[in-house]
């Protein structure tokens, strides 16, 4: 069987990656790519036995490597899958896939001629054992019909706004850097798609800071069968880092916060919060995300559980909430 070489461009977030690679038994992590010197000279200093090199471009044509984390900053993003993809080789980018619609129809094109190549993204909420034990719930029909599912990405690193790369970016988007966890993780559970959107942003929590965009935003989805979801990110809270899920149904509620965890099967004042089976945040458990895209290039028949089409789909709704962001109008999803 052959063995697949890999890449990591980006050793921020894409340093996490590497327990992912190394563990796989059919691919070997032989490269590390970042623009910053002295987190190179960090890196190298602990893991000497990779190739350290500072060109993203000359790792992306590099023949010898098969697959690329691309864990670069947003805006890096869409010019290095392009390439990725142009030299043949399977892409795993940390979200945002790109910032912009032009640019993810020029990847939709670009996989479509390259048809070998696979794409997923970094959306690991689908790890976590307490959310797969609600889609379970969904699936069976323990809910009955749903009506409103709300999540929230409590990010509580306000610092990451103000002082980060991200306030000095040409464009930064929070519904593209946070709020689409909680979009995968509702179409996932849910296996639908919204057909609208509106929403709504500001940067009360950060103002006065040099971040130019909102720290904060709040999206409406609606669904064909009358669901509604409402999903806010928020940047500058004072609050842990924590995804809240609140998900109810007519027969059934569902609820995860910060004070607790559990499900509701009943309206009485004396109702009592059934333990949940499932653990969160399962912060071990994010690599699967990796691992499954690895085990679906490797066998060429396992889907992997964060699959192209959910890229696709979640980068289209939160392309069309931006969008009724900056219009401040409810706009019908276009899926690319």
Known sequence: MKRYKAAI??????????????????????????????????????????????????????????????????????????????????????????????????????????????????????????????????????????????????????HKLTDGWRKDMPFYSIVYGAAIHLIDLVLWMTNMLPVQVHGYSNNIATRGSDLKYSDFASVQLLFENGLIAEISAHGGCVHPHFHQLQVFGFEKSFTNTITGQGWLDGSESDTVVREAKGEYPSKMERGKALTSFLDAIVTGKNRPLVDQEAVFNAMSICLSAERAIQTGREMTIEYI
Not at 13 to 32: C, F, K, N, Q, W
Not at 72 to 98: M, R, T, W
Not at 111 to 123: A, D, T
């Open 9 to 158: 461009i980006g050793l921020g977030v894409g340093e996490r990656h590497m327990e992912s690679y190394v563990a796989h038994p059919d691919v070997d992590l032989i490269t590390l790519c970042d623009f910053d010197g002295g987190k190179l000279k960090d890196i190298s200093s602990r893991y000497p036995e990779y190739n350290f090199i500072d060109d993203a471009r000359s790792v992306l044509e590099d023949k010898e490597i098969d697959i690329v984390s691309v864990a670069s900053y947003d805006n890096h993003h869409f010019d290095q899958i392009k390439l990725a993809i142009g030299n043949g080789k399977h892409v795993y980018v940390e979200k945002p896939i790109c910032l912009y619609a032009d640019e993810l129809r020029a990847i939709r094109s670009l996989l479509r001629k390259h048809s070998n190549i696979q794409l997923s993204s970094n959306l690991t909420l689908r790890t976590c054992s307490l959310f797969s034990e609600v889609k379970n719930a969904i699936e069976m029909g323990d809910f009955g019909d749903l009506y409103f599912i709300r999540g929230d990405y409590l990010w509580g690193r306000k």
